[in-house]
């Protein structure tokens, strides 16, 4: 059963950085696609950004130009580096592939002054 471990959250001031990393165990890494997803308090979860098994990215309007998403093959792991951080990026992140697993504990950001 694929598992997902989320880690790399933490408290931060506006306009600052994180890098979030997710190990996945159980899959068949190297040819998925995975995704990094968030949830607000009160909002539904959202994908955030995405990158396929031959390394083609795609982001949500919301974060592009502030966020990048990578992988290690060898390592199965996802990245999501983060930069410029909003208060409105505050959310609990969690990273899934494609087609979609059980969901991990996911990693809280929180962006505030």
């Known amino acids: 059963q694929v598992q997902f471990v989320e880690s790399g959250g933490g408290l931060v001031q506006p306009g600052g950085s994180l890098r979030l990393s997710c190990v996945v165990s159980?899959?068949?890494?190297?040819?998925?696609?995975m995704g990094w997803y968030r949830q607000a308090p009160g909002k539904q979860r959202e994908l955030v950004a995405v990158i396929t098994s031959s390394g083609s990215t795609n982001y949500a309007d919301s974060v592009k130009g502030r966020v990048t998403i990578s992988r290690d093959n060898d390592k199965t792991t996802v990245y999501l580096q983060m930069n410029g951080l909003k208060p409105e990026d505050t959310a609990v992140y969690y990273c899934?592939?494609?087609?979609?697993?059980?969901w991990g504990q996911g990693t809280q950001v929180t962006v505030s002054s």
């Open positions: 899934n592939q494609n087609p979609l697993g059980s």
């Open positions: 159980g899959s068949l890494f190297r040819i998925y696609a």
